[in-house]
C-alpha cells in the first residue's frame, strides 16, 4: 500500500439484504486492515501507536458539601423517566377505575339511590377522594419499594426528600384534574364503549408528556418546557419532568407552577360537578362535547 497525503478508501459491493450484521462485520474487517497496511508502510509500530492513542476513561467523582462520592449521572438522567412514570400510572389507572365505577354505578341505577341522601357534588367529591387515597396508597408502596432497591445498590442519594414532596403535590394536583375529567366522561355515558371517543383527547393530553420526556430532560429551561410547566392540565408532568433532571428549575417557577395547577384543579372539578348533575340521570343518545357544554350552561 502507498502512503498518500489523503488515503483513499474502497468500493463496497454487496448482496441485496444483507444482513446489516454482515457488513458491519466486513467493514470491521477492511478498516482493521487497510490501518494496518497503511502504518506498516509509514515504518511505524502498530502495537506502539495502538498504547499512544489509547486513553483510560476516568471514573467520574461528584464533589459535594460532605466529600467525594461516586458519579451516577446516567442513573440521574433515568429519574425523571421514573417519577413521570409513577405518575402517569397512578393517574391512568386509578382515573380509568373512576371513570369505570362511575359508568357501572349509573347503568345499574345505584346511582339514583345515592342522589336521593346525597348530592351530585358531594357523590362526585366522595369518588374522587376515594380512589385517589387508594392510588396514594399504591404509590406509596412503589416508592418504598424503589428506595429499597436504591438503597441496596447505595444510591439512595440519588433522591431527594424534596423530590419526594413534589411528586406527591403535583401527583395530587394532575389525579384531581385528570380524575375529575375522567369522572365527568363516566356520569355523561350510559356504557364503557360510549366513553372511547370522550375518552381520547383525556388520554391524549396524559401521553402528550411522555412523548416529551426525553426533549425535556435534554434541555429542561427550554422555551418548550417552560411554556408547558405553566399549561394546565400537561404541567403537573412537565414540572416533575424538570424538577428531577439534572437542571432543576428555579423555585418561582415550581409555586407558580403550583398555582396554576391548582387553578386547573379548580376548573375540571367546576365543569365535572356541572356535568354531574345533569348527566347522572340522563340516559340514551351519548353525548359529544358540544353536549357537555350545552350540560354545563343548563346545570
Do not use: C
Amino acid at each position: 500500500v502507498q502512503f498518500e497525503e489523503t488515503p483513499g478508501g474502497y468500493d463496497r459491493l454487496v448482496a441485496p439484504r444483507l444482513d446489516p450484521r454482515v457488513e458491519n462485520g466486513i467493514y470491521d474487517g477492511m478498516h482493521e486492515a487497510l490501518v494496518s497496511a497503511r502504518v506498516a508502510a509509514m515504518g511505524l509500530d502498530r502495537a506502539r501507536l495502538t498504547t499512544i492513542m489509547n486513553v483510560r476513561r476516568p471514573v467520574s467523582v461528584t464533589l459535594t458539601s460532605t466529600g467525594e462520592q461516586p458519579s451516577n449521572n446516567g442513573l440521574a438522567t433515568m429519574l425523571p423517566f421514573a417519577f413521570v412514570g409513577l405518575m402517569f400510572i397512578g393517574v391512568m389507572v386509578g382515573g380509568q377505575r373512576l371513570m369505570t365505577t362511575t359508568i357501572e354505578e349509573k347503568s345499574s341505577r345505584v346511582v339514583e339511590v345515592l342522589l336521593s341522601a346525597i348530592s351530585p357534588l358531594e357523590l362526585m367529591a366522595g369518588k374522587i377522594l376515594g380512589q385517589l387515597a387508594v392510588s396514594a396508597l399504591a404509590l406509596a408502596v412503589y416508592l418504598v419499594l424503589g428506595g429499597s432497591v436504591l438503597s441496596s445498590l447505595a444510591m439512595f442519594g440519588l433522591v431527594q426528600p424534596m423530590h419526594v414532596v413534589y411528586l406527591v403535590v403535583f401527583y395530587v394536583l394532575g389525579y384531581m384534574t385528570f380524575g375529575a375529567l375522567m369522572a365527568t366522561i363516566g356520569a355523561a355515558v350510559n356504557d364503557i364503549n360510549e366513553a372511547q371517543s370522550l375518552m381520547m383527547p383525556v388520554t391524549l393530553l396524559i401521553i402528550t408528556p411522555l412523548v416529551l420526556v426525553a426533549p425535556i430532560v435534554r434541555a429542561p429551561s427550554s422555551m418548550l418546557a417552560t411554556i408547558l410547566s405553566f399549561t394546565p392540565p400537561v404541567n403537573t408532568f412537565v414540572m416533575l419532568i424538570r424538577i428531577t433532571s439534572l437542571a432543576p428549575p428555579p423555585a418561582w417557577q415550581i409555586a407558580l407552577s403550583m398555582l396554576s395547577s391548582l387553578a386547573g384543579v379548580v376548573a375540571a372539578m367546576w365543569f365535572a360537578a356541572k356535568v354531574f348533575k345533569v348527566g347522572l340521570l340522563m340516559f340514551g343518545k351519548p353525548p359529544n362535547f358540544a353536549t357537555l357544554v350545552k350540560w354545563v350552561r343548563m346545570a
